[in-house]
């Protein structure tokens, strides 16, 4: 999984890409950049720049998250109907634009970056027109994303904002005004969304209490927001880090923590009593169901209704559970499956005996899967990755695994975040299909190409949807059968676990938000079917409950991708090359699912 910033820049924006903008179009690629037309190309190249220098002077927070320090000093204005109407006639200036551009006059590559554009703007002005991006306005804050956890983290000095010279530091002072002044000014639409009905459920609230509570409890030291004057650079003088130090301590002491502590009260006095009870999903909310339509529509490019997913979800489930049937068999264990299952939850043999053995077992992994990159893929990339552990104050919330992507430069790491969190729940037969996901050929792979890809548009470097996004990483553990992987039966048993929790995510998504299930079905539904422990199935729940839609992604994305794979081979036969495919997904950038079914299409048609 990909780390996002906040709700509102879930599906246009990961979190750790971070690289300074960049749109300016290839002079020397070969024939996809070819020019035809060049007055059209540069309209296009134009609108693209203008596009997300308007995008960014709306969000200083993804700016600065790419590297752009223009707006350093600023927190911004993200909950304002002001600012949504902005971001809404952005969208119609950027199409009213598009529509005056010749799409036949461009090279190839110039289309699909044309039809990637317009099916992203498209797709984000329904939000605005149909009311979900209001709804989504009201509901800012659960215990996975929003920017009472996402920005000290962000902010932590280890993480995404740069902490390089003394005009960091100072920027990241004058943010901190801005941070609480966001935190106050949340109480506003959070009794908007009371009075609309727009309110989540009992549990996930008490969920961001504990959150606040922690925040408020942790004091100036605990704060991850006191860490950039932890680890100074060596440009920054004595009297300078004292000056810096002291500065922090009564930000964050003065204007910070009341400000979480005033949220805090208001979460506890106002908004646990008007939190919902019974149905945890959407469906239990005022326009919920509507809004799990539009949110199907964004995550997943499909327009499939939530009773077909959820069907194919029960028909994947039912596939996936005959092929763990057979390794069952394949290492002679005596009992029922969920016999087997409780098995690889206990058994010793699985376990680890520190954090510290987890994540050098997945180094070890790594240190096999580099070599074998080749034969799939004709180009690496440049960016270094890292595994580390999970940061103390999230991994409770988080789940097993996510990654941060890196710069091109080198100068931040790709990082593949593993949580070493309640350890007697993290398990041995998942290792080699979470680290092909997460790391290599999975989101490191994608995200590293993408963004060291100077001729593609910012937008397919930096932004990109769901499904394509984890489509691809869902994609890269199947071919870890190629790569000589699985060879363990408990490892290929894992590989299938992982899918089946994918599988399952097509039936509880649907279930909780389309169909009223309880939270507590959600969880024994997954238990019945998993070896994975309580604590990891009840984390995975609670994050669908909280970002309904976003898991139906994996699985359809894959699928996708599968299709198109297949259809590859079939059409091409002897002349298929894994290489060549895998090339033509990876070199658009991260774009909407139907943009590259056609694009793949075409290249099938091209090559026949």
């Known amino acids: 999984m990909r780390r996002a910033f906040a709700r509102r820049t879930l599906l246009t924006l990961t979190a750790a890409l971070a690289v300074t903008a960049c749109s300016s179009q290839p002079s ?177 609230t008490r969920r961001v209490i504990d959150q606040l509570s922690a925040a408020v409890e942790g004091g100036v030291e605990g704060s991850p927001l006191l860490g950039p004057t932890k680890s100074f650079p060596d440009t920054i003088g004595d009297a300078d880090r004292q000056r810096l130090t002291a500065a922090y301590e009564r930000a964050i002491g003065e204007t910070v923590m009341p400000a979480f502590a005033r949220l805090e009260t208001f979460f506890e006095e106002e908004y646990l009593p008007a ?66 299952f409780d098995f690889q939850r206990s058994d010793p043999q699985f376990k680890f005996d520190s954090a510290e053995e ?36 999230f991994e409770q919330a988080a789940g097993s695994a996510y990654y941060y992507a890196g710069t091109p430069d080198g100068s931040r790491p790709g990082v593949f975040y593993v949580n070493t969190y309640d350890l007697p729940s993290r398990t041995r037969p998942t290792m080699e299909t979470l680290y092909l996901h997460e790391a290599l050929p999975g989101h490191h792979m994608q995200a590293s190409l993408a963004l060291e890809d100077l001729e593609l548009p910012s937008f397919a470097r930096f932004e990109g949807g769901t499904a394509y996004i984890e489509g691809w990483a869902l994609y890269a553990e199947s071919l870890g059968h190629e790569m000589g992987f699985f060879t363990d039966p408990y490892q290929h048993f894992g590989h299938l676990e992982l899918e089946m929790f994918r599988a399952l995510r097509l039936v509880v998504d649907t279930g909780l938000h389309d169909q009223g299930w309880s939270r507590q079905r959600a969880v024994d539904y997954m238990l019945a079917n998993t070896s994975s422990a309580a604590s990891v199935v009840i984390a995975d729940v609670d994050r669908y409950v909280v970002w309904p839609g976003q898991a139906l992604a994996y699985k359809l994305g894959q699928l996708t991708l599968r299709r198109l794979r297949d259809r590859a081979e079939e059409a091409l036969g002897e002349d298929f090359d894994p290489r060549a495919f895998h090339a033509q997904v990876l070199d658009s950038g991260a774009v909407p699912l139907p943009v590259i079914e056609a694009k793949i299409e075409a290249w099938i048609a091209d090559s026949d």
Not at 287 to 307: F, V
Not at 319 to 339: H, N, T, Y
Not at 370 to 393: D, G, N, W, Y
């Open 28 to 204: 020397s690629q070969p024939d996809r950049w070819r020019l035809v037309d060049t007055s059209a190309a540069q309209a296009l190249d134009g609108l693209f720049a203008a596009s997300n220098d308007r995008r960014l002077d709306l969000d200083p927070q993804a700016a600065l998250g790419r590297g752009d320090r223009r707006q350093a000093d600023r927190f911004g204005d993200y909950l304002s109907r002001r600012h949504l109407a902005a971001r809404s006639d952005n969208l119609r200036r950027d199409l009213a634009a598009l529509a005056r551009i010749d799409r036949q006059a461009l090279p190839a590559a110039q289309q699909v970056a044309y039809d990637a554009f317009r099916y992203r703007a498209e797709t984000e002005l329904a939000g605005f027109e149909n009311g979900s991006e209001e709804i989504l306005r009201q509901l800012p804050f659960d215990h996975l994303f929003g920017y009472h956890i996402a920005f000290p983290d962000m902010s932590s000095g280890q993480s995404l904002f740069p902490f390089t010279d003394l005009a960091d530091y100072e920027s990241g002072l004058r943010r901190l005004t801005g941070f609480a002044r966001y935190l106050d000014d949340s109480h506003r639409v959070l009794r908007l969304g009371i009075e609309q009905g727009h309110v989540p459920a009992e549990f996930a």
């Open 275 to 340: 939190s919902r009870q019974g149905a945890p999903g959407l469906i239990g909310m005022t326009d919920g169901k509507a809004l799990y339509r539009h949110l199907i529509t964004r995550h997943t490019s499909s327009q499939m209704s939530p009773e077909e997913i959820h069907q194919l979800g029960l028909t994947e489930v039912a596939r996936i559970r005959a092929a763990m049937e057979k390794i069952k068999e394949e290492v002679s264990f005596e009992g029922s499956l969920q016999e087997f």
């Open 358 to 393: 987890l994540l050098a077992g997945y180094r070890e992994i790594a240190e096999r899967v580099r070599p074998r990159l080749s034969q799939l893929f004709p180009k690496m990339p440049r960016t270094p990755l890292e595994i580390r552990a999970v940061p103390e104050f």
